[in-house]
C-alpha cells in the first residue's frame, strides 16, 4: 500500500494536546498571577517583586512538557516508521520481490528513528526558552499598562487586567517562525512539526524497503485540492536517489525477463527527478494528502486526476483559518476572569463552530476534524 503522511497524522495529533494542556496551564497562571491581591493598592508593587515566582512557575511547565513531548514523539517516530515498512510489505508482498518481507519480522531501524529524534529536539530546544521570555515578559507588560489605566481612569484594574489576558490569549503563545517566514501559535507550531518529522520517519521506513529490495522508483498519488508546492510532482515518477533534475531511463521490467537465451527486457521510464528533490521543493509537508509506491517499470500506471469541482485549496485554508478562531476563542474562555466574559467567549466559540460547519456543507470534499477545533481539556 502507499506510503503518506496522513499515516502519522494521528501521532502528531496526540503530541499537540501535550502543548495546548501546556498553553492552558500557561494562560491559568497568568490569570491567577494577575488576580491575586488585584484590590491592593500596592498591586503592581507585588507583581513586580512576584515575576521570579511567575518564571520558576512557567519553566516547571514547560520542563515537563519538553521531557513529555520528547518522550513521546520518540514513541511516534518508532511507530511511523514501522508504519511505513509495514506499507511496503503489503505493497510488494504480492510479487516476489516482496514474499520474502512477508516472513520476516519487520522492526523499526533504530539509527533512523533515533536520528529523526534527535533532530526534532535540537528543532525544538529553543522553543521552551520562548515560551518561558513571551510569558514573563506579558505578565511584566500587562502590569504596566495596567497600572497606567488605572492611573488616567480610562478603566477598573480587572477591566485592564482582562483586556490583556484576551489578547494574550487570542493568539495564545506566539512568535514561532517556520523556514518559510511563516508565524504559528504554539500548539500549531508543535503539531505542524511533528507531522514533519513523522511523516518523514513513515516515507523513510517505505523507501528504506525498497531500497533493500532494488526498488529505486516510487511515483507520487494524484491528490485532491493539492497546493502550489505539490503540483509539478503530482503522477510523477521520481528515483530514490541519482542526480535531480528530468531524465529518461532504461529500467528493467518488474515482472517480465527476456527469457533464457533473450536479453533482459527494458521499458522507458520518464524520471521528473529524485524523492529528496521534489521534498526539498515542498512535496509531502505538513497536511500534505499526496502518497507515494513503488513504481514498478511495465507494471505500474499513472494514477487518474482526481478533481473536485467547486472546492478550492483556498476552500480548505479557509477551514484552517476558521478552526483557528474557534480555538482562540476557547483560550479566551479559559482566560476569563469572570462569568460574564466567560460567556461571551463562548457565544463566539458557537459562531465560529456555525461557520465551520456552513464551510464543510458547502464544499463536499472538505471534512471537519473536530480535534483541530480543540484547545487541551477544559477548564
Given at each position: 500500500?502507499?506510503?503518506?503522511?496522513?499515516?502519522?497524522?494521528?501521532?502528531?495529533?496526540?503530541?499537540?494536546?501535550?502543548?495546548?494542556?501546556?498553553?492552558?496551564?500557561?494562560?491559568?497562571?497568568?490569570?491567577?498571577?494577575?488576580?491575586?491581591?488585584l484590590e491592593s493598592p500596592l498591586w503592581a508593587e507585588i507583581k513586580l517583586r512576584s515575576i521570579g515566582?511567575?518564571?520558576?512557575?512557567?519553566?516547571?511547565?514547560?520542563?515537563?512538557?519538553?521531557?513529555?513531548?520528547?518522550?513521546?514523539?520518540?514513541?511516534?517516530?518508532?511507530?511511523?516508521?514501522?508504519?511505513?515498512?509495514?506499507?511496503?510489505?503489503?505493497?510488494?508482498?504480492?510479487?516476489?520481490?516482496?514474499?520474502?518481507?512477508?516472513?520476516?519480522?519487520?522492526?523499526?531501524?533504530?539509527?533512523?528513528?533515533?536520528?529523526?529524534?534527535?533532530?526534532?529536539?535540537?528543532?525544538?530546544?529553543?522553543?521552551?526558552?520562548?515560551?518561558?521570555?513571551?510569558?514573563?515578559?506579558?505578565?511584566?507588560?500587562?502590569?504596566?499598562?495596567?497600572?497606567?489605566?488605572?492611573?488616567?481612569?480610562?478603566?477598573?484594574?480587572?477591566?485592564?487586567?482582562?483586556?490583556?489576558?484576551?489578547?494574550?490569549?487570542?493568539?495564545?503563545?506566539?512568535?514561532?517562525?517556520?523556514?518559510?517566514?511563516?508565524?504559528?501559535?504554539?500548539g500549531a507550531y508543535a503539531e505542524m512539526a511533528v507531522r514533519s518529522v513523522t511523516a518523514r520517519a513513515?516515507?523513510?521506513?517505505?523507501?528504506?524497503?525498497?531500497?533493500?529490495?532494488?526498488?529505486?522508483?516510487?511515483?507520487?498519488?494524484?491528490?485532491?485540492?493539492?497546493?502550489?508546492?505539490?503540483?509539478?510532482?503530482?503522477?510523477?515518477?521520481?528515483?530514490?536517489?541519482?542526480?535531480?533534475?528530468?531524465?529518461?531511463?532504461?529500467?528493467?521490467?518488474?515482472?517480465?525477463?527476456?527469457?533464457?537465451?533473450?536479453?533482459?527486457?527494458?521499458?522507458?521510464?520518464?524520471?521528473?527527478?529524485?524523492?529528496?528533490?521534489?521534498?526539498?521543493?515542498?512535496?509531502?509537508?505538513?497536511?500534505?494528502?499526496?502518497?507515494?509506491?513503488?513504481?514498478?517499470?511495465?507494471?505500474?500506471?499513472?494514477?487518474?486526476?482526481?478533481?473536485?469541482?467547486?472546492?478550492?485549496?483556498?476552500?480548505?485554508?479557509?477551514?484552517?483559518?476558521?478552526?483557528?478562531?474557534?480555538?482562540?476563542?476557547?483560550?479566551?474562555?479559559?482566560?476569563?476572569?469572570?462569568?460574564?466574559?466567560?460567556?461571551?467567549?463562548?457565544?463566539?466559540?458557537?459562531?465560529?463552530?456555525?461557520?465551520?460547519?456552513?464551510?464543510?456543507?458547502?464544499?463536499?470534499?472538505?471534512?471537519?476534524?473536530?480535534?483541530?477545533?480543540?484547545?487541551?481539556?477544559?477548564?
Amino acid at each position: 500500500m502507499p506510503v503518506s503522511p496522513a499515516m502519522a497524522e494521528n501521532l502528531a495529533a496526540a503530541v499537540r494536546k501535550l502543548y495546548d494542556d501546556a498553553e492552558l496551564t500557561l494562560i491559568d497562571k497568568l490569570r491567577q498571577a494577575l488576580e491575586d491581591g488585584l484590590e491592593s493598592p500596592l498591586w503592581a508593587e507585588i507583581k513586580l517583586r512576584s515575576i521570579g515566582d511567575l518564571r520558576a512557575a512557567v519553566e516547571e511547565v514547560t520542563e515537563a512538557l519538553q521531557a513529555d513531548a520528547n518522550g513521546a514523539v520518540a514513541e511516534a517516530l518508532a511507530t511511523a516508521y514501522g508504519r511505513g515498512r509495514q506499507a511496503a510489505v503489503a505493497e510488494l508482498g504480492a510479487l516476489d520481490i516482496g514474499r520474502e518481507l512477508q516472513a520476516r519480522r519487520q522492526l523499526p531501524n533504530a539509527p533512523a528513528v533515533d536520528r529523526l529524534a534527535a533532530s526534532w529536539a535540537a528543532d525544538t530546544r529553543p522553543l521552551y526558552a520562548r515560551i518561558t521570555r513571551a510569558v514573563v515578559d506579558f505578565f511584566r507588560n500587562t502590569v504596566t499598562r495596567v497600572s497606567a489605566s488605572v492611573l488616567l481612569g480610562t478603566m477598573t484594574r480587572r477591566q485592564a487586567s482582562q483586556q490583556a489576558l484576551n489578547r494574550f490569549a487570542s493568539r495564545g503563545v506566539s512568535g514561532f517562525t517556520d523556514s518559510a517566514g511563516r508565524n504559528w501559535e504554539l500548539g500549531a507550531y508543535a503539531e505542524m512539526a511533528v507531522r514533519s518529522v513523522t511523516a518523514r520517519a513513515a516515507i523513510e521506513g517505505h523507501t528504506d524497503v525498497l531500497a533493500e529490495l532494488g526498488v529505486g522508483l516510487v511515483i507520487v498519488s494524484d491528490a485532491p485540492l493539492e497546493c502550489e508546492l505539490c503540483r509539478p510532482w503530482e503522477g510523477e515518477v521520481l528515483s530514490l536517489d541519482g542526480p535531480p533534475g528530468p531524465r529518461t531511463v532504461q529500467a528493467e521490467h518488474a515482472i517480465q525477463d527476456g527469457g533464457l537465451f533473450s536479453p533482459t527486457r527494458t521499458v522507458p521510464v520518464h524520471v521528473v527527478g529524485s524523492l529528496l528533490e521534489a521534498r526539498g521543493a515542498g512535496l509531502f509537508h505538513p497536511n500534505c494528502r499526496h502518497s507515494l509506491s513503488a513504481y514498478l517499470p511495465g507494471v505500474t500506471t499513472r494514477p487518474p486526476h482526481h478533481g473536485t469541482p467547486g472546492t478550492t485549496y483556498e476552500d480548505t485554508q479557509r477551514q484552517r483559518a476558521i478552526e483557528r478562531h474557534i480555538r482562540a476563542w476557547k483560550r479566551r474562555q479559559a482566560a476569563a476572569m469572570d462569568e460574564a466574559a466567560r460567556r461571551r467567549a463562548g457565544q463566539f466559540v458557537r459562531k465560529w463552530q456555525a461557520e465551520a460547519r456552513k464551510n464543510v456543507a458547502a464544499h463536499p470534499d472538505l471534512r471537519r476534524k473536530p480535534q483541530r477545533e480543540q484547545i487541551g481539556a477544559a477548564r
